[in-house]
Structures are given as C-alpha cells and as structure tokens.
C-alpha cells in the first residue's frame, strides 16, 4: 500500500471513531472533527482507489456514512462534504455497484433531491444519482423510485422549456434512462405518473438520450427511421454538443451505443452495422468528430492555468461539483471507433498523427484510456512498426507515472501496451528491457526480496492490485518468449515464488474478469509452470472459503447466499394494489348488489346518501389503512437497509477474518511438507548411520585378525631374544654382534609398544565416538519430540539439527580421515614385521653360521 492509500485509511479509521461520538453528542467539536476527516477524504484522487469495499474499515465507514447521510440532512456542511465523499467513491464500478446493491446510498439520496431547491445543488445530487443508478439492479416496487420518478419528471417539465440543452433536464432524463433500461417495472412507474405523448414531446430535442427513451416507452411514432446511419450521426452530433456546452453526463450513453454497435457484427445485423460505417456520412461526420475534438484539446492546453485555479478552488467549494470524465469519455468513443473499423487507414492515420505522447497529455489524469486507445490500435495494425517506435518512446515517461502513483487502471494498460508493442516489433531491444526491468522490479522487486519463510507479503490484498500482479506476470511470460535469454530465467524465478503462486491461484478462482482468465491460461500452458504448487495453493482457497448457499466460494462482487442476503427490496406496492384492486372490486359488486335490490324492491326505505355515506366511510377506513401500511413498510424498508448494512458488515468481518487466516493456513502447508522432507532426511541419516556402524565392526573384526597375527609374530620375537641372549652368555666372542642385535631388538620392541598405544588410541577414540554418536542421535531423538510437541519452535530446533548434522558430517569425514591414515599405519607396521622377519631369518642364518663354527672349534 503507498503512503497515499494508508494516509487516507487512517482518515477512513479516524472518522469512524469520531462518528459514533457524533451521533451521541452533536456538538460543534464533534461535528468539526467529522467534516474535517470527511473533507480530506473528499480531496483524495479518485485514481487511488481510496474506498476498496473488500476492507472491512470501508465497509463500517460506507454504512456510518449512510447513517451520516440520513441524519444530516439540515447540517448543510456536513451534508454536502459526505456528497463530495461520494462523489469521489463512484468513480470506480465495485464501489459504485456496492454502494447501492450493498448500502442501499440510491434511497437516501434519491431523498435528498427532493430537499435541494438551487439550481447547483440539484445539478451536484442528480450528478451523484446519474453514476449511482448507471448499470445499477433497482426495483421499480421499491417506495422511494415513484417519488424519485415523480421529481425527475418535475426538473424535465421545469426546465425543458429553456434555451438550449438544460444541464438539469438532461441529467434528470439520463437518470431516467438508467432507471428504465430494461426495467419493466420501473418503466411501469414512469408511465403511471406521467403523460407519456407529453413526456415525449418535452425530451424531443435531447437527440440520443431521447431516442433511448422512445426505445424504452416503444413509442413508433416518434422513433420513424431508426437505423444506424441516424443514430451515428446522432452520436457525433452528442459529442459535438457535449463539448460545445460541457455537459458530458450524455456521453456514457453514446459510449454504451457504439459497443452496442460493435457488437452487431457478429449478429444477423452485421452487414446493416457494415454498411452503417462505411457510409460517406459517417466518413464525414468521423472527420468533423476528430476536428473538434482537436479543438477541445487545443482550447484546455491554451488554459491549464484556468483550470488549475479551478482544481484549487474546488476543494474550497461545498457546492462544485467534481471533475467530468470527459476526456476518458473522448478516449473510450476513439477505441470503440478504433474497433468499428480496424481496416480504415486513412483513420488509422489521422488518429496517429496525434502522436501517442500528444494524446497521453491530452489525456492528463485518464491517461489509462490513452494508452488503451494506443493499445488497441497497435492490435488492429500489427504491421505498423513505426508507430510501435512512436508508442515505444512513450514507456519510460509512462514507467516514471506509475513509480509516482498507484493507479491500479495505469499499471494494466502499461502492461498490455508493453506486451503488445513487444508482439508487433517482434523483438525486444535494450530501451525496452530497461522499461520492462524497472516494471519489474517496481512490482515484484519486494517479493523477491525475501525467503518463503520471512516473506512480508500481504495475502489480503484486494482484487484491483491483484490484478497488476496478474497481468504484468503475463507481460513478462509474453517478454520472455520474446526475448528467453533475458527474460525467462527471471519468469521461472518468479514461478517459483509462493506469493506470486498464491497471486495465480486467486486469479483462477475468481472468474470475474475472462480476458485476464484467458492470459493466466496461457502463462498456465508454460513449461515451467508450477501446476502442482498452484494446484495445492487453489484446494488452501477453496477450503479457506466456508460452504454457504450451494457450497461454492464466493465470486467477488457476487452476492452471498445466505439468510440476511437473500432479502429482497421491500414489496410493499404489491400488497397495497391488491388490497385497492380487492377495495374496487368489492364496491363495484356492492353497487351491482344495491342496484339489483334496488330493482326487486328491496331498499325503498334506505336513503342514497345514507348508502354513499356508509362506502364513503368504508373507502376512507381502506384508505387509512393503506396510509398506514405504506408507514409500516417506509419502517420495514429502514429496518431492511438497517439488517443489509449489518449483513455487509458481518461479509466484511467473514472475509477479514479468512484473510487473516489464509496466510497461517499456507504457512502451516509450507511447514508440513518441510516436515515430511525433515522425516525422510532423518530416515536416510538412519540408514547411513546403520551403514557407518556396520563398516565400523568390519574394521574392527579386521583389527582383531591384525593384534592377532601381531601377538603371534611378538612371542616369536621373544622366544629369539632369549635364544640370543643365551648365545651371548656361551659365546663372548660374538659380543659385539650380539650387541649389536640387541640393539636392533630394543628398537623394534619400541616400535612394538608405540604401535600398541596407537592402538590403543584408536580403539578409545572409536569408542568415544560411537558414545558421542550415540549421545547425539539421542539429542537429535528428543529434539525431534520437542518439535511434535511445539510445532512454533520448529524453525528453532531446524536450525539445531542441521547445525549438528554439519558437526556429525565433519565428524565422520575427520573419523574417515583417521581411518586412512590408521590403514596407512598399519601398512607400514606390516612393512616393518615383514621386514624384523626377514631379519630374524637372517639371525636364523647367522646362528647355523654360529652352530657351525662352534663345532668346528669343538672338533
């Protein structure tokens, strides 16, 4: 997390620790102390992804907010400071959606509309409502959207009489689009409260918005030729106003239309779109679109001051609305524009003309969309390698943005531009690996950084830099086919890491997002791929997620099965039709059976106003019944929103809690497998122990035969030198020969008694240490039970055991060693009998020789 994500977590923990004293004690200090935090969290960037709904201290800040936002509704500072909150909130789609399917926000602002009366405050909540209700789920039962609708038709008749295009008449009519796209409850609503020939009349200079709703309200009348040639000329014609008047809340439409379009080709209707965008209208109206969009960047570059004033101010303002995505609006119709003719070179060109580093500055704070804009032409002109250049030039003033903030959105298009100007040059030459390293280890430098065992990796992290993680990974498998010798060391490395295993198996169990499904799969088909390891690493998942509903892990985003979750929106309109279409009914068969008594003569005496009192009374009572149904249901829906909030809160604590647990989990699978390595360690070091003691006796037993034929060839020794000594006494003639023996006889004794005391230290070393391997494969055993006992001074008694098998390794190679050199000894101590043998046979001679002369002398 940068140190701009965890300053604004702070001020999220800090406002939910002020609120609740707040809502006790509305007293001015309180009240400060709220706006302040609310303020600077107004003021954050709505790159940063401030408010991720997967942490748990956002979900408690969006349902204090919500609380904050109903309880305030006459604090004007407090009240538009929690708008300029959710303002920044609904610049991204999970927050968006989870903002209303989770907290329910669409209600309780829907509510302040109807509490604002200027012109600027309507524009800023109906703003806020038009990003709340796009692509959002609602019932059309629910109590507050007749209101809602009722309001909106109110701001459209108000202001559709005024010159020109009304920014509030028109956002109020795009909010209604939102509502009522295919929602027929919702479009039952809107009918039932207006005149529908009317309503048609007043929105019939709002062009495409209006023929949106002509679709939705099926007016034929009104929508006469409605081809494509028409609405993409309409189009244009909504960006051209769009950027004269600077009201883009339409502009989403005109996106959403050109995809519709796009998504033609592969229906029935493919040759009507084909021949749609080929038409010299088109042609023209494409031409006269880039001129003004040339226009409107030329005019915004003449005046960055103007506009930089205007950003300083705006954080002043209570009542200033925040920025527009026009530009991502412009980038986003440019790529749909892109994919509607990937074979047009004359667009192709003027579109390049701009150059990628002019569109990335045009682009400013969307600079994500200009780099998929670049991106998505690269792809549909893979031949233009000069164009490549252009946008190759562009990465490392891009990679200097990306260390310099942390846009989740910028980190994924650099990374699919990076691969993809790797595929169309085909080649990655020194420029492009600096950018790549740098990528690289701005990303994953950390998580290389460390061992499996001391990694600092935060396995909570939220889906948005889970997806960086993801894709840069299959940038740098697409680099590494590319360029292997760079690169594919640095990939398999990567593989091997258990964070970035852990990243993979959570990109494959997700499943929300295909297109980056498809690229693990194809980092999957790798060989170095670690399958085994990602495989455990999805079955730690899955058994981390708890079976609920059907059994399955939750998607994210997806809605949880369960008692609290499975409410749905309050129904109370249905039960109060049928009770009005039972009342009706029963009056009109009261009246057939007053008109039949009437006829047979029955109710002569009875009055008709008597009878018009009696069902006067009797409707009156319905009718108060069914206002205090509608109080109770106004009740049950608060206590709803009340029981969902606390259900979100209660998802949130689950997955805080699974987060927590999940790195435990796969540290403790980590733990057990070095564990069994440990086992079948100790079983080998067994086995070559019992292989060392059976050497061992073999010398041993070799040794015995030795000190045996030694002892032999000794007490032959003895019996010679009492023979000599006997010789010596008979014969002084032979003194100094037998001297001179003697001599010879002393110093093989000596060497006799030396090789027994080496012997002898042998023998006392060989036992020590037999002893010592004893007394240390005890060791070993009791610190192997202490290890089953604590499993949490494991790493300690690891770095014992291996500590002591390096001791026992340089015992055994020392004890190896002397064994050598013993055989060595031994050797010459053979040597040396052989030759005190030789000798003996010598004196043996010498003796005859003796015998000999001594009978000779006898004689």
Sequence with gaps: MSPGRSSEMSYIVEFNSHIQSYFISSTYGNETLVNRCLEQLAASSAESKTFDVSVYECNIFFVNLHKLLSYSMKKTNLLWSVV???????????????????????????MLLLEVHTSDQQKRVLSLLYHLSYGASIDGQEMFIERLIQKLLTLIEQNHEKKG?????QLALSILVNLCHRDLSTTFVLTRNTNVSAFCKQIKKFDLLAWKMYIILEQNDYIKEIDLHYLLRMSFEEVRVMLATKNSFSLRHVVDFLRSVRTLSGTREAEPAKAAVTDEYFQRDLKEFLQEMEKYWQTRTDSPAGEAEGRKKKTKQKVEPRKDRTSEGLFEILECIVLLKPDDKELHRKICEFGPAKLINHARDDCAKAIDLLRTILEKNPTDAAFAEECKAVLASLMTTITNCDDERLAIAFAKLLTTIGKTLNALDDPMNEVAEQFYQHLFGAVLAHTWERATFDYSLADGPIRVYLWALHTFNELANLCPTYWYAKLTNLLKQKPIQFLIAKGLTGGSDVELLEALLQVAASSEFPKQAVAQMIDLLKSNVPAMGTGQGRVPLAPVPGNLQNIQPPTGYTYIRALSRDLQERIDQAVVQMQDAKAAGLINDVEKSELVEFYTYKINMQTSLMNDLRGSLDGTTAQITTLMHQNQLLMAEIDKNQKRSLPLLLKESALENENRLLERELLQMKSAAATYDKKTSQMKQELAEYIKKYGEKSQKCAALVKEIEHLRA???????????????????????????????????????????????????????????????????????LEQTLVQRDSTIETLETEGADLREKLKEREARIAQVEAELKENEKIQQAIYSLMNKNKK
């Design 165 to 169: 295009r009304c920014e509030v008449a």
């Design 84 to 110: 300029a909150v959710l303002e920044v909130a609904v610049s991204d789609d999970e927050t968006r959606l989870a903002l209303v399917d989770k907290f329910r926000f669409l209600p309780v602002v829907s």
């Design 730 to 800: 008979r014969d002084d003639n032979y003194e100094k020969e037998n001297k001179r023996l003697q001599q010879e006889l002393v110093a093989m004794t000596k060497n006799r008694d030396d090789a027994r005391k080496l012997l002898k230290l042998g023998e006392d070393d060989r036992q020590r240490l037999t002893e010592q391997r004893e007394t240390e494969r005890k060791q070993y055993e009791c610190k192997i039970r202490e290890r089953e006992r604590d499993i949490s001074k494991r790493t300690d008694l690891i770095q014992q």
